[in-house]
């Protein structure tokens, strides 16, 4: 309650004029939170009212708004009480969900012949790309080799995009055509885009992000980016499968 009470008040602070960073980034990680939770809600409540074999890609929406939703209560605690981004738990956040994100791909196409191997390659560039990215961020950030760990997770985010955009996933989707092509399609688009603000971010914040310069943005503002790309990532992304699924059980 208290830290409501303070969240309500940074709000205040914020809309009334007098702005602060550091307010402004704890306030993203509750609103985060709490939209995180609804869309856990909505996503679990509405498994009752489609088809029965879409329940398990809704489950799997609400699962990933679930986890990122206690991720980000502890996430706005330790900001809070440090000072600092919980740039470990935004890690270990994305690190359970990312691959989720990955197993909504091969559930969609499961039923037009999708294959488990697909899955796991998916499962394994978004492992390869979150680990490096975290040596590279959390170990050597302030270091000139924080740009080649960046380099190698860029190569696995592409080609997860590749998968996904002309690979076995969207050769999948394009023999099933309708509803799961669009639907697709349009989560092919948060990979391409919704996605890219995590490296741009690396670029711009992490010190020897940029073949070892340092483009000085600074930390909290990041979060604050960070914040709104994963509300918009990973709500989005549930919304898809949700119209996907309802379209499909009419
Ligand atoms: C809900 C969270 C999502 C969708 C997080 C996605 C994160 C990425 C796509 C991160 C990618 C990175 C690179 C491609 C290079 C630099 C390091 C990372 C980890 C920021």
New binding site residues.
């Given amino acids: 309650m208290n830290a409501l009470l303070l969240d309500i008040s940074n709000a205040a602070a914020i809309f009334g004029g007098e702005f602060d960073l550091n307010q402004a980034v704890a306030f993203t990680f509750f609103v985060g939170s709490m939209a995180m939770m609804g869309a856990t809600a909505f996503f679990w409540l509405e498994m009752r009212n489609i088809s029965a074999k879409w329940r398990t890609s809704l489950l799997v929406s609400g699962l990933i708004t679930f986890i990122?939703a206690v991720h980000y209560y502890y996430m706005r605690d330790y900001f809070v009480a440090s000072g600092e981004s919980p740039t470990f738990f935004r890690y270990v956040d994305?690190l359970l969900?990312?691959p989720l994100?990955c197993v909504e791909f091969y559930l969609i196409t499961k039923k037009v012949g999708g294959k488990i191997g697909t899955m796991w390659k998916l499962i394994f560039a978004s492992v390869v790309?979150?680990v490096t990215?975290y040596i590279?961020?959390a170990i050597y950030g302030a270091e000139v080799q924080s740009w080649i760990w960046?380099l190698i997770?860029?190569i696995a985010?592409f080609y997860i995009v590749y998968l996904v955009w002309a690979g076995e996933i969207a050769q999948l989707a394009k023999n099933a055509g309708g509803a799961v092509l669009s639907a697709n399609k349009a989560l092919a688009w948060f990979v391409l885009v919704g996605?890219a603000i995590?490296?741009v971010?690396?670029i711009l914040g992490t010190q020897g992000g940029l073949f070892g310069m340092d483009m000085g943005v600074d930390a909290g503002f990041m979060d604050v980016v960070y914040n709104i790309g994963?509300a918009v990532?990973?709500i989005g992304f549930g919304l898809v499968i949700y119209a996907l699924a309802v379209s499909d059980s009419e």
């Fill in positions: 990122a994305w969900t990312v994100m790309m979150l990215g590279g961020e960046g997770s860029g985010y996605w995590y490296p971010g690396y994963d990532n990973k």
